[in-house]
T-cell receptor, first 114, second 113 residues
Framework: EAEVAQSPRYKITEKSQAVAFWCDPISGHATLYWYRQILGQGPELLVQFQDESVVDDSQLPKDRFSAERLKGVDSTLKIQPAELGDSAMYLC????????????FGPGTRLTVL | QQQVKQSPQSLIVQKGGISIINCAYENTAFDYFPWYQQFPGKGPALLIAIRPDVSEKKEGRFTISFNKSAKQFSLHIMDSQPGDSATYFCAASIRAAGNKLTFGGGTRVLVKP
């Protein structure tokens, strides 16, 4: 069964350092989402891609966060510099196309900023 | 701005009992209402979903009830099993706006054997 892959699964970093997360969506899925889930809360969308184009990054803190999906397949989310408040689970999800009901989530990357 | 409010935050139910989780939304443009199940260390997985033109949807032991006029929907887990112990999230989206999911705060369900 096809799954969304994410790495690393866990990342511990110090404040002001740079971190990067990688996501490989299910093959053929055109739409890719990055969500942030703070412990005890529901996920919140950071950025949505349709192929290689950003369609919604209204909730992405652009002073420190960046995301790219250069070839419209896998994607990287970067934080520079990391702050204590960035500690959270970063989830990647994909769907076959924009507007498709079901989003398939990866296992997430648990970030701890010390 | 919390557009989807979920309650309770946690609940404990005995095996065989009924678990009920409620959600309320504000944006009347929402047209898709899924429920996700999340186990510790895993990403959320779609459990069941409903559109606003239907008042109820049942899949196995899971039922969604939807009240459009009250802007509320709920998840009922019948004959709850220990394997159902997980965190459940309601969500809402607008298909024409890219289907961006707005999640509720989550309900941690513990089913005691």
């Amino acid at each position: 069964e096809a799954e969304v892959a994410q790495s690393p699964r866990y990342k511990i970093t110090e404040k002001s350092q740079a971190v990067a997360f990688w996501c490989d969506p299910i093959s053929g899925h055109a739409t890719l989402y990055w969500y942030r889930q703070i412990l005890g809360q529901g996920p919140e969308l950071l950025v949505q891609f349709q192929d290689e184009s950003v369609v919604d990054d209204s909730q992405l803190p652009k002073d420190r966060f960046s995301a790219e999906r250069l070839k419209g397949v896998d994607s990287t989310l970067k934080i520079q510099p990391a702050e204590l408040g960035d500690s959270a689970m970063y989830l990647c999800a994909s769907s076959r196309r924009q507007g498709d009901n079901e989003q398939f989530f990866g296992p997430g990357t648990r970030l701890t900023v010390l | 701005q919390q557009q989807v409010k979920q309650s309770p935050q946690s609940l404990i139910v005995q095996k065989g009992g009924i678990s009920i989780i409620n959600c309320a939304y504000e944006n009347t443009a929402f047209d898709y209402f899924p429920w996700y199940q999340q186990f510790p260390g895993k990403g959320p997985a779609l459990l069941i979903a409903i559109r606003p033109d239907v008042s109820e949807k049942k899949e196995g032991r899971f039922t969604i009830s939807f009240n459009k006029s009250a802007k509320q929907f709920s998840l009922h887990i019948m004959d709850s099993q220990p394997g159902d112990s997980a965190t459940y999230f309601c969500a809402a989206s607008i298909r024409a706006a890219g289907n961006k999911l707005t999640f509720g705060g989550g309900t941690r369900v513990l089913v005691k054997p």
